[in-house]
Nanobody
Framework: QVQLVESGGGSVQAGGSLRLSCSAS?????MGWFRQAPGKEREGVAG????????YYADSVKGRFTISRDNAKSTLYLQMASLKPEDTAMYYC????????????????????WGQGTQVTVSS
């Protein structure tokens, strides 16, 4: 099965940057990043189709966050810049295993493998 472990979270001031990493062995199809703040529902942040590198971003992070993958290291990244207090949340890496790819790697993707999460806190 797919194994996912996130790292790189921390506490930064508004305007700062962080890079999250997700060691991910075995996925096919989509991989993505989600976040969940206390009292809020889980929100899709960014996604990538592993087959060709096509990316998807939530409107709230477009222009600030970049999703990428190092295939040699089997690691998914989320580079976060210009961080805002509203970005504060637990961030989760997600993945799937598919025989055939269809659809989009967006916030509605029914991922079935999840990491344990890494906390990101942005102060004003």
């Amino acid at each position: 099965q797919v194994q996912l472990v996130e790292s790189g979270g921390g506490s930064v001031q508004a305007g700062g940057s962080l890079r999250l990493s997700c060691s991910a062995s075995g996925p096919t199809g989509c991989m993505g990043w989600f976040r969940q703040a206390p009292g809020k529902e889980r929100e899709g942040v960014a996604g990538m189709y592993i087959g060709d590198g096509t990316t998807y971003y939530a409107d709230s992070v477009k222009g600030r966050f970049t999703i990428s993958r190092d295939n040699a290291k089997s690691t998914l990244y989320l580079q976060m810049a210009s961080l805002k207090p509203e970005d504060t949340a637990m961030y989760y890496c997600a993945a799937e295993v598919l025989r055939f790819f269809r659809g989009k790697c967006d916030d509605r993707r029914p991922y079935n493998y999840w990491g344990q999460g890494t906390q990101v806190t942005v102060s004003s």
